[in-house]
């Protein structure tokens, strides 16, 4: 049975930093990414990480790039997101996420984590 677990939200003023952690059991994924939810808006995307043999590429959202890093550790199953000079736009849910193909919107993905709160004050 394959589960993605997050941890590492919380609070954090503006400008803060906090990284995320989502660590995948059941099997391995190509693709490990994040997505966020604010009250009240549709689930949006964050960025991703792909690996492919001894390549990894990341692809950002334009309103996290330069801001948010995603890294993944392939013998743990895990991906993290790595937040900088958070921004109270930044609350939301975030949900990891994981499938075999680009996960450049929410329908592709086949595996979503149960979400943790990301709150930041200004």
């Known amino acids: 049975q394959v589960r993605l677990v997050e941890s590492g939200g919380g609070l954090v003023q503006a400008g803060g930093s906090l990284t995320l952690s989502c660590a995948a059991s059941?099997?391995?994924?190509?693709?490990m990414g994040w997505f966020r939810q604010a009250p009240g808006k549709e689930r949006e995307f964050v960025g991703y990480i792909s690996y492919s043999g001894a390549t990894t590429s990341t692809y950002y959202a334009d309103s996290v790039k330069g801001r948010f890093t995603i890294s993944r550790d392939n013998v743990k199953k895990s991906v993290y997101l790595q937040m900088n000079s958070l921004k109270p736009e930044d609350t939301a849910v975030y949900y990891c996420a994981a499938g075999d193909v680009a996960l450049v919107g929410a329908n592709r993905v086949d595996y979503w984590g149960q979400g943790t709160q990301v709150a930041v004050s200004s």
């Open positions: 059941g099997r391995s994924f190509y693709f």
